[in-house]
């Protein structure tokens, strides 16, 4: 049975090819419309390309089997994305119709022309670039199954962004199948969101900051008067209205449980403790507030914290323990609460651990806003969040934040 590498109904233009008089692949292309393909999609497509061209080699046989296979050049010409076929020793020895048109070639296509080799013209192309040629090389070798990754490329006065994967060429006489895809506009796409993403964040935290303090400087002072005019009052009143100075001492208590919540509310806005004596300090405090409200254990453990700290990176480490805490009060059933900050060699890390219930993670939770806010808070500092999670088990809450890469001082907390 022929083997069929690709069929698009609806194409207009057709490649067939064959080998000793059999058909063993067609190819059909429409131009009617484009389709902007997720990446994810583009990546697997990537990936399947050099399968494609390997099993459509395999009837071949001998040295010169992929040189005798005229018939593949349609194939390749056919496709609209940057291929390129690479000998055991890199050098290239067929490419696609939009090889030599695509932006990776830097300006200069004859560097990653037929005959060149790939390893060399990446060596002047990509600065930098000892660890993506060791990946090109494994697979080149046969001793890596997949490579691919991404790099900038500096052309005229912009600077372009290129997708790169690397197959196994499955056929003689072996070898691997690169495919590039510009990704530039994809990037600036992904930029502009980030960008957006952390000013709104930012004019989130400038609108808590204004809250918090108004909280602070203007309510609760309006109940701690309230509460000193109803002792006042309750003080004016004779003996004989007992039951009336006992009901004030009622209103007068719950004042200054009203004037405490809002201080909560204040701080939980607006940390003070965080903007003036660090984040070891506020995440003990915020830990304090959290085992009191709902009566569990904490414990809290730093260790080789930097100093100083960036206040970006702070508030963005305080604000995940928050949003853990406030996961676990809700959901958890802790009784136990630890938190643990940590300078490591290149980076600071928060870890949020729990004993309480814990949750499948193959079940896939669907996380709220919360959750959702916690990843963009650390993307805006280059960080990662992690969660580690077994039913009955509890929940491990880990935010990976890197450290600058000049000498800081290191202070160790208890």
């Keep these: 049975m022929p083997q069929v590498l690709s069929r698009l109904v609806a194409g207009k233009e ?11 692949g067609t190819m059909s292309s429409s131009y009617r419309s484009s389709v902007a393909w997720a990446p994810e999609v583009v990546a697997a497509t990537r990936r399947t390309i050099a399968d494609i061209f390997g099993n459509a080699l395999m009837g071949s046989r001998g040295e010169g089997s992929l040189l005798a296979s005229e018939h593949f050049k349609p194939i390749l010409s056919s496709l609209d994305t940057p291929v390129a076929v690479l000998d055991p020793a890199g050098n290239i020895i067929a490419v696609s119709g939009r090889w030599m048109e695509s932006p990776h070639t830097g300006g200069d296509p004859e560097k990653l022309e037929v005959g060149k080799n ?29 490579f691919e990754t991404e790099y900038a490329i500096r052309v005229a006065s912009e600077t372009l962004c290129i997708a790169m994967s690397v197959s196994p060429f499955k056929g003689p006489p072996g070898g691997a199948v690169v495919v590039h895809h510009d990704i530039t506009e994809r990037k600036r ?16 935290e400038d609108e808590r900051s204004r809250i918090g303090r108004e909280l602070h ?38 004042t200054q449980e009203a004037s405490l919540d809002v201080q909560r509310i204040s701080h939980q806005l607006h ?9 070891p300090v506020a995440l003990k405090s915020l830990l304090r507030d959290f085992t009191h409200q709902y009566q569990v254990g904490g414990e809290t453990q730093f260790r080789d914290i930097p100093t100083p700290l960036d206040s970006e990176v702070s508030l963005a480490l305080f604000r995940v323990a928050q949003e853990a805490l406030r996961n676990a009060g809700k959901h958890s059933g802790a009784k ?20 309480g219930v814990g949750f499948d993670p193959s079940a896939k939770p669907s996380y709220g806003l919360g959750m959702i806010s916690m990843d963009e808070r650390l993307r805006l500092v280059n960080g990662e ?9 509890g929940t491990q809450v880990e935010a990976r934040v890197p450290l600058p890469a000049q000498p ?6 208890s």
């Design 14 to 24: 057709n490649d067939v090819s064959s080998a000793h008089g059999r058909l063993f």
């Design 118 to 146: 790939y390893l060399d013209a990446i060596r002047d192309l990509v600065p930098k670039s000892d660890d993506f040629l060791q990946g090109v090389e494994s697979v080149c070798g046969g001793t890596r199954d997949f």
């Design 189 to 204: 796409t992904e930029e502009s969101i980030r960008e957006l993403s952390g000013r709104l964040i930012r004019a989130q």
């Design 217 to 254: 400087d203007d309510i609760t002072q309006q109940l701690a008067l309230l509460g000193i005019e109803i002792q006042r009052v309750e003080e004016a009143l004779p003996d004989a209205a007992a039951p009336l100075r006992a009901r004030l001492k009622v209103i007068w208590k719950k």
């Design 271 to 279: 940390s003070s403790k965080l903007e003036y004596l660090g984040l």
């Design 336 to 355: 136990n609460i630890r938190i643990e900050l940590t300078g490591e060699a290149v980076s600071l890390l928060l870890r949020i651990s729990d004993d």
């Design 385 to 393: 969040l992690s969660i580690r999670s077994r039913v009955g088990l």
């Design 408 to 413: 800081v001082s290191r202070r160790k907390a």
